[in-house]
């Protein structure tokens, strides 16, 4: 089976590269891509969008498809991560730790009689990790008052993607590593409590979901599918604008499905799939 | 004209630091004692550097221009609170993980 499987990559893996070269030399000016698509978008993208930015034009409205798989494949490694990782078991056996708030002092509870679970009151006692290390004040501090800006600045990056570089793949990190900058200087619990495993996993279907949806309303709207003109229909300033906010509405897709996978993702990592302790 | 020549000073007085924190980074002998360039020398290479920038957009003096020399300047607060934050943290773990600091006479590591 495995020497099967190998036949097979070098087949396909030797047609592939047959295959290029047929190419046109790379960065060849009279190739058919720089003679007629490039120039195209360049010229004609600003009209047709109403976006100055031609990336996000080309990669959102043009290419909108390419996208929409992209962010799909994102959410398919997410799926993945999640199917191989996560163990459904609620806690690892043995004892576990709880820290007194006011004192500090950490006690290491066992399981009751007929292996039942002892918990202290969670009004005085907090569950730690069992590789316990106390929380650097300055780093928790810091963190906190700049996890916010960080978000704002994942949305900006989102929201202004048509006019400077960026987008929703690039905001959507952003959000997702302000998430993981709270895990890493807390806790892991400090970041479930933020943002739960379900939540996670619903943000980057929906993500998904939204970028398809708008799709699908272009089609229900009488257009072909992924053709913003239709949404002018819905949204106030015509057709041209209307390409323009539907290409908006598609990267807050792609970026609530970047940064609920991120989330997702590391979170599964460090915890190893347990989603009770880590970093 | 004065205003490009500040910059320019501006611009080349911040590459020194960086410059000199790149060598102290190459050449110190451990762990902790290059993370001491690192945050320190970028730190105020970042600060000078940005600064010179943002007086290079100021003029002519605009609220758009004005918008984005703050803007600039904010990469310098954030900088400014993140870099030493960054640093602080990476000692913090190296000293939790045991690791020992570079004495007088120690071969270098």
Same mark, same amino acid.
């Given at each position: 089976?495995?020497?099967?499987?190998?036949?097979?990559?070098?087949?396909?893996?030797?047609?592939?590269?047959?295959?290029?070269?047929?190419?046109?030399?790379?960065?060849?000016?009279?190739?058919?891509?720089?003679?007629?698509?490039?120039?195209?978008?360049?010229?004609?993208?600003?009209?047709?969008?109403?976006?100055?930015?031609?990336?996000?034009?080309? @990669?959102?409205?043009?290419?909108?498809?390419?996208?929409?798989?992209?962010?799909?494949?994102?959410? &398919?490694? +997410? =799926?993945?991560? #999640?199917?191989?990782?996560?163990?459904?078991?609620?806690?690892?056996?043995?004892?576990?730790?709880?820290?007194?708030?006011?004192?500090?002092?950490?006690?290491?509870?066992?399981?009751?009689?007929?292996?039942?679970?002892?918990?202290?009151?969670?009004?005085?006692?907090?569950?730690?990790?069992?590789?316990?290390?106390?929380?650097?004040?300055?780093?928790?501090?810091?963190?906190?008052?700049?996890?916010?800006?960080?978000?704002?600045?994942?949305?900006?990056?989102?929201?202004?993607?048509?006019?400077?570089?960026?987008?929703?793949?690039?905001?959507?990190?952003?959000?997702?590593?302000?998430?993981?900058?709270?895990?890493?200087?807390?806790? @892991?619990?400090?970041?479930?409590?933020?943002?739960?495993?379900?939540?996670?996993?619903?943000?980057? &279907?929906? +993500? =998904?979901?939204? #970028?398809?949806?708008?799709?699908?309303?272009?089609?229900?709207?009488?257009?072909?599918?992924?053709?913003?003109?239709?949404?002018?229909?819905?949204?106030?300033?015509?057709?041209?604008?209307?390409?323009?906010?539907?290409?908006?509405?598609?990267?807050?897709?792609?970026?609530?499905?970047?940064?609920?996978?991120?989330?997702?993702?590391?979170?599964?990592?460090?915890?190893?799939?347990?989603?009770?302790?880590?970093? | 004209?004065?205003?490009?020549?500040?910059?320019?000073?501006?611009?080349?007085?911040?590459?020194?630091?960086?410059?000199?924190?790149?060598?102290?980074?190459?050449?110190?002998?451990?762990?902790?004692?290059?993370?001491?360039?690192?945050?320190?020398?970028?730190?105020?290479?970042?600060?000078?550097?940005?600064?010179?920038?943002?007086?290079?957009?100021?003029?002519?003096?605009?609220?758009?221009?004005?918008?984005?020399?703050?803007?600039?300047?904010?990469?310098?607060?954030?900088?400014?609170?993140?870099?030493?934050?960054?640093?602080?943290?990476?000692?913090?773990?190296?000293?939790?993980?045991?690791?020992?600091?570079?004495?007088?006479?120690?071969?270098?590591?």
């Amino acid at each position: 089976m495995k020497i099967l499987g190998l036949v097979i990559v070098a087949l396909v893996g030797s047609v592939l590269i047959y295959a290029t070269v047929d190419f046109p030399p790379f960065a060849d000016p009279e190739s058919p891509a720089s003679l007629h698509v490039s120039p195209r978008y360049i010229e004609k993208s600003l009209d047709e969008t109403a976006v100055p930015n031609v990336v996000t034009a080309v @990669l959102a409205d043009y290419r909108s498809f390419d996208t929409m798989f992209e962010t799909t494949v994102i959410f &398919a490694a +997410g =799926v993945a991560c #999640f199917l191989l990782l996560r163990i459904p078991r609620r806690r690892p056996p043995g004892p576990r730790h709880f820290r007194h708030r006011l004192t500090g002092l950490t006690f290491r509870v066992k399981d009751g009689e007929n292996g039942k679970e002892i918990f202290l009151p969670l009004r005085e006692f907090e569950p730690v990790d069992s590789v316990w290390t106390p929380h650097d004040f300055i780093i928790e501090k810091v963190c906190r008052y700049m996890i916010p800006f960080i978000q704002l600045f994942g949305l900006y990056v989102i929201a202004h993607g048509h006019h400077s570089p960026g987008g929703g793949f690039q905001g959507g990190v952003i959000l997702g590593a302000a998430i993981i900058l709270l895990s890493v200087s807390h806790n @892991l619990r400090t970041a479930l409590k933020r943002m739960r495993e379900k939540t996670g996993a619903l943000c980057s &279907a929906l +993500g =998904v979901f939204i #970028f398809a949806g708008t799709g699908a309303l272009c089609l229900a709207l009488g257009y072909n599918y992924l053709d913003y003109r239709a949404l002018a229909a819905l949204l106030p300033g015509g057709p041209i604008m209307a390409r323009s906010h539907g290409m908006l509405l598609v990267e807050i897709g792609v970026g609530v499905a970047v940064m609920g996978t991120m989330v997702w993702i590391f979170k599964n990592l460090a915890s190893l799939g347990r989603y009770d302790e880590g970093l | 004209m004065v205003i490009t020549l500040i910059v320019v000073v501006l611009l080349l007085v911040g590459l020194l630091f960086f410059t000199g924190g790149t060598v102290g980074l190459l050449r110190f002998p451990d762990f902790y004692s290059r993370l001491h360039p690192a945050g320190k020398l970028d730190g105020i290479g970042v600060l000078l550097v940005i600064l010179g920038l943002s007086l290079y957009q100021l003029f002519p003096l605009t609220v758009a221009s004005a918008v984005t020399g703050l803007k600039l300047m904010l990469i310098v607060v954030f900088v400014f609170l993140a870099s030493p934050t960054a640093t602080h943290a990476i000692t913090d773990a190296g000293l939790r993980a045991g690791m020992e600091p570079w004495k007088k006479g120690d071969p270098w590591r």
